[in-house]
């Protein structure tokens, strides 16, 4: 029998951290073995009982780099290499994606929010270090099928425009989901909506942000709203539409769990779920 994988989970009692270790606890091939969240009064808590698992014998801790030591000094004489699953903020994303390389912990981010120069230093940092991981914008594998047809359609439409529609509580905007839409759209070469009229907006950025290559990506954030995308183009006489809707947090669970399974085969950094599937 292969060892359970060992799982350290960041923003642990977050929406996300919370379906994150319901998913790790029901694996027969995982092991849940930390808890990371700064939520004050929760240190030391069960983070089963907080999330009305039962207890788990896992306590929740504030702090990040002690728990990633911990867990990779208890995991180094089993031979199996532990993995950090972070949903925590832009703000921390990199540093928390750098210390789990350093300590040896495969890292597999759903927080989004990493430049492109931050992309590249932690993929040649976790390329040095031969530690394998993941930034994932979006663990739907619909959002990657979406994102597949996004980019084949690039190549017979002119114009386009990206929405991305997500709960008011999401720090960044726009999405990384839409970001590396676009990015994928992009990867043609070619520039998008040529300018046809001298524009003029009278609310500055009712147009959405414009990237290099002309396509505009807009962000709308709504109580209510999970996680929606829609990629919209046109052309004379018709419109082509793509749209992905989120409708509850488990349909990224097996996204999730697919990548941990598959980041310790990895020789370095990888960017997109359409690099695992």
């Known amino acids: 029998m292969t060892a359970p994988i060992p799982v350290v989970v960041a923003g642990a009692l977050g929406r996300m951290g919370a379906e994150v270790i319901k998913a790790v606890v029901?694996?027969?091939d995982c092991c849940l073995v930390g808890a990371i969240d700064?939520?004050?009064?929760?240190?030391?808590?069960?983070?089963?009982?907080?999330?009305?698992?039962?207890?788990?014998?896992?306590?929740?801790?504030?702090?990040?780099?002690?728990?990633?030591?911990?867990?990779?000094?208890?995991?180094?004489d089993s031979g199996s290499g532990a993995v950090l699953v972070d949903f925590t903020h832009p703000s921390v994303v990199y540093e928390h994606t750098r210390a789990a390389?350093?300590?040896g912990v495969h890292?597999?981010?759903g927080t989004t929010g990493l430049s492109p120069e931050q992309l590249n230093d932690l993929t040649e940092f976790s390329a040095k270090a031969s530690v394998g991981g993941a930034?994932?914008?979006?663990?739907?594998?619909?959002?990657?099928?979406?994102?597949?047809?996004?980019a084949a359609a690039a190549r017979f439409y002119d114009h386009a425009e990206l929405t991305e529609l997500h709960h008011n509580r999401k720090a960044d905007a726009p999405s990384g989901t839409c970001i590396k839409t676009a990015e994928l759209m992009e990867e043609l070469?070619?520039?998008?909506?040529?300018?046809?009229?001298?524009?003029?907006?009278?609310?500055?950025?009712?147009?959405?942000?414009?990237?290099?290559s002309g396509l505009r990506l807009h962000s709308v954030r709504l109580p209510g709203l999970v996680a929606h995308q829609e990629v919209m183009f046109g052309a004379?006489?018709?419109?082509?539409?793509?749209?992905?809707?989120?409708?509850?947090?488990?349909?990224?669970?097996?996204?999730?769990?697919?990548?941990?399974?598959?980041?310790?085969?990895l020789g370095s950094l990888v960017y997109g779920l359409e690099r695992l599937i």
Do not use: W
Not at 54 to 66: H, K, M, P, S
Not at 190 to 210: I, T, Y
Not at 240 to 250: A, F, G, V, W
């Open 236 to 265: 004379p006489g018709e419109t082509y539409t793509l749209r992905h809707d989120t409708i509850d947090r488990s349909a990224y669970m097996p996204g999730v769990l697919l990548t941990v399974r598959k980041v310790g085969s």
């Open 101 to 103: 390389i350093a300590y």
């Open 107 to 109: 890292p597999v981010i």
């Open 38 to 76: 700064n939520t004050p009064g929760k240190e030391g808590a069960d983070v089963g009982l907080e999330l009305g698992l039962g207890e788990l014998e896992v306590a929740v801790t504030a702090d990040f780099e002690g728990c990633l030591c911990a867990v990779s000094q208890s995991v180094r």
């Open 189 to 212: 070469g070619k520039s998008f909506n040529p300018e046809e009229v001298d524009e003029h907006e009278s609310l500055a950025g009712c147009r959405g942000g414009q990237r290099d």
């Open 135 to 150: 930034v994932i914008p979006n663990f739907s594998v619909g959002m990657v099928l979406l994102q597949q047809a996004a």
């Open 26 to 28: 029901g694996a027969e």
